[in-house]
């Protein structure tokens, strides 16, 4: 009886999935069809961005403001092939959102007054110090080094390389522990806007 080896099975190239299917998975709650899809359109994102913001740090930050979205709003996606159109225009409304609030004229004097009365006001101060209260508690619930990495950049201004360094993780991880801690104020605070 003759015998035969068998056969050595035939190495095929993968075919990466396309954007549809990644966004119908991710919808579903896959995370690593959605960080697949960061994965492949992060650097698209942030050369639109940065071309508008001309600031890295921004650029990062808006990359990930939009990522955030996407990861929300991908149930309602109705064409999964068009999710790179829905990222650049998000990513490039969110960039025109950042300038317009950077760039708007200073109030006149007596716009200044008013809004110093205003803002003065008992009511006004005790609402935001309840405010401060409320966002102090649910900083406080975070992990230690998320807290402190949001407390780095929102407080002290430091860029993601200067916080990678004072926490000793990489720049990647500083992105995900922003991105987490801005979600989190952002549930947890909803009622204050």
Known sequence: MLTTAPRPALDRPTTPDPDDLLVLRAAGGDERAF???????????????????????????????TFIAAWTRLDSVLDGA????????????????????????????????????????????????????????????????????WELRHLRGSSYDEIGMELGVPKSTVRGLLARARLVLETDLALWR
């Open 82 to 149: 068009a999710i790179v159109g829905w990222l650049v225009t998000t990513a490039r409304r969110r960039s025109y959102d950042r300038l317009r609030g950077a760039g708007r004229q200073r109030p006149g004097d007596l716009q200044d007054t008013i809004r110093a009365a205003v803002e003065h006001a008992p009511d006004a101060v005790a609402e935001r110090a309840s405010l401060v209260a409320e966002a102090r508690r649910v900083l406080d619930r975070m992990p230690a080094v998320q807290r402190r990495c």
């Open 35 to 65: 960080g697949e899809l960061m994965r492949r359109h992060s650097a698209l994102l942030h050369g639109v961005v940065h071309g508008i913001l001309r600031s890295s740090s921004d650029a990062d930050d808006v990359v990930q403001e």
